[in-house]
């Protein structure tokens, strides 16, 4: 039996493909790591069959040292709250309000880091932390949509 809810599980890939994706891409991933492109799509994939494979702590943190973001930390981080302290929570019309703010954070963000014409590496930083938080909030609404939250 899995010790894992599907919400749980959800949050933990979307945070998974997010750190490939800041890697340039899952192919550059496994270079940088060391392992098969296969293995590591495996962890990134809300598919059936791969419903149980998740990315090894070593991994995680070593994805989290490369791309400089703490994705997958983040990630674990969120689970270990108790669940009345979480975002989103139920599908409610305020939750959608707060999912509605998060996303406007996103791109309040970025139009920020984009007003002089160039983004340095803290506006990167302050945009990525923007798109972690929405990612995490439209990983849970997904799980909830799929009735697994």
């Not at 039996?1 to 599907?6: L, N």
């Not at 070593?58 to 689970?79: I, K, S, W, Y």
């Not at 959608?96 to 791109?107: A, E, M, T, W």
Request: aromatic content about 4%.
């Amino acid at each position: 039996m899995r010790s894992i809810s599907d919400s749980a599980a959800s949050i933990i890939k979307a945070a998974t493909a997010a750190s490939y994706e800041a890697m340039g891409g899952v192919m550059r991933a496994a270079e940088a790591l060391g392992v098969g492109s296969s293995s590591l799509t495996k962890y990134a994939s809300p598919a059936d069959d791969w419903r149980d494979s998740f990315i090894r702590l070593d991994l995680a943190v070593e994805l989290d040292r490369r791309t400089g973001h703490p994705f997958l930390l983040n990630a674990m981080a969120q689970l270990v709250q108790p669940e009345e302290a979480r975002p989103l929570g139920e599908i409610t019309a305020s939750a959608i309000l707060k999912l509605d703010g998060v996303l406007d954070d996103v791109v309040r963000e970025v139009a920020r880091a984009l007003e002089d014409g160039r983004v340095d590496s803290a506006e990167r930083q302050a945009v990525r932390s923007r798109i972690i938080a929405a990612q995490r909030d439209l990983a849970r609404l997904d799980a909830m949509m799929l009735g697994l939250g």
